[in-house]
């Protein structure tokens, strides 16, 4: 099992940038594809990027392409998501998570997908 830490979550004003952390323990995540999520209050938790363990592979929802990235650090057991052009509907909480299985198998954007979850880091953007 991994445990997985989420970090860099605030406040910040529409146009912002923000850099999420998720960092690993209890077991290396080169072994795992990565994802993150989000979840606004009375919604669904949806997907918001996710890449391969071995970088080759990044997948993004609509809603953040051109705007978010995502990227790791196997050496560093990190998992990073930077975000620009904030806007007041990215506001959320936002899970990083980690799937055993591969993308090649599993569905990356699918909640389902995932084996481990972070407990969250709040992101509110102002309008």
């Known amino acids: 099992q991994v445990q997985l830490v989420e970090s860099g979550g605030g406040l910040v004003q529409a146009g912002g940038s923000l850099r999420l952390s998720c960092a690993a323990s209890g077991r290396i995540i080169s072994d795992r594809d990565m994802g993150w999520f989000r979840q606004s209050p009375g919604k669904e938790r949806e997907f918001v990027a996710a890449?391969?363990?071995?970088?080759?592979?990044?997948y993004y929802a609509d809603s953040v392409k051109g705007r978010f990235t995502i990227s790791r650090d196997n050496t560093k057991n990190t998992v990073y998501l930077q975000m620009n052009s904030l806007k007041p509907e990215d506001t959320a909480v936002y899970y990083c998570a980690a799937s055993r299985g591969y993308f090649s198998t599993r569905q990356p954007m699918g909640v389902a997908s995932y084996d481990d979850w972070g407990q969250g880091t709040q992101v509110t953007v102002s309008s």
């Open positions: 890449i391969t363990r071995n970088r080759a592979n990044t």
